[in-house]
């Protein structure tokens, strides 16, 4: 059964870059999942800030695009998410989550069942 | 983009009644990227609902969802306890290609 595990700084100075990873287990990154990062101010409801199949093939929500650059390291079997320029609206829980899928298009992709594993998440704070 | 909104923003119920929950999108959809989760305080979503109609392994059955185009509902029978989260209803498909709703809070009457 496919696990998820976040990590990464708790704290990250307004300006600067958020770095994070998941770790998975209980399979392969390889396997035929879309991994993605979903994030949560506190209080708030759910955004997708992107996702990216073992390939490298990313797909961003285009109002983080600017910013998000999102990776893949098979051989850890682990993807990661950066964010620069941060501010206190980013602060947030930040999951990983994954579902099986399929590309539409260069630009698009779909899930055959949504996104059916979560990490527990991660809360980062912006803050000096 | 499609944007999805749902209504109503909280209800509040009683356990062993039923909960109606609405997810609208802006555009007509396929149905087949339709999906529903379920979130408690300080646990991750859980996905209850895939294409909008089919349950996620280990779902009770008194969990179900239904629509089609532009509206989709997911219906709760016989409230138990621990239904009662927030609900999100999410697109994974063609927009943007991933988008939730704005959640709805059941809560308990």
């Known amino acids: 059964q496919l696990q998820l595990q976040e990590s990464g700084p708790g704290l990250v100075n307004p300006s600067e870059t958020l770095s994070l990873t998941c770790t998975v287990s209980g399979g392969s990154i390889s396997s035929n999942h879309y991994w993605g990062w979903v994030r949560q101010p506190p209080g708030k409801g759910l955004e997708w800030i992107g996702s990216?199949?073992?390939?490298?093939?990313?797909y961003y929500n285009p109002s983080l695009r600017s910013r998000v650059t999102m990776s893949v390291d098979t051989s850890k079997n682990q993807f990661s998410v950066r964010l620069t320029a941060v501010t206190a609206a980013d602060t947030a829980l930040y999951y990983c989550a994954g579902g099986e899928g399929s590309s539409s298009s260069w630009s698009q992709f779909y899930l055959y069942y949504g996104m059916d594993v979560w990490g527990q998440g991660t809360t980062v704070t912006v803050s000096s | 983009e499609i944007l999805l909104t749902q209504s109503p923003g909280t209800l509040s119920l009683s356990p062993g009644e039923r909960a109606t929950l609405s997810c609208r999108a802006s555009h007509s959809v396929r149905s087949s990227y339709l999906g529903w989760y379920q979130q408690k305080p300080g646990q991750a979503p859980r996905l209850l609902i895939y294409g909008a109609s089919s349950r996620a392994t280990g779902i009770p059955d008194r969990f179900s969802g239904s629509g089609s185009g532009t509206d989709f509902t997911l219906t709760i029978n016989r409230l138990e306890p621990e239904d009662f989260a927030v609900y999100y209803c999410?697109?994974?498909?063609?927009?943007?290609?991933?988008?939730f709703g704005q959640g709805t809070r059941l809560e308990i009457k």
């Open positions: 990216i199949y073992y390939t490298g093939s990313a």
């Open positions: 999410q697109l994974y498909g063609i927009s943007p290609p991933v988008t």
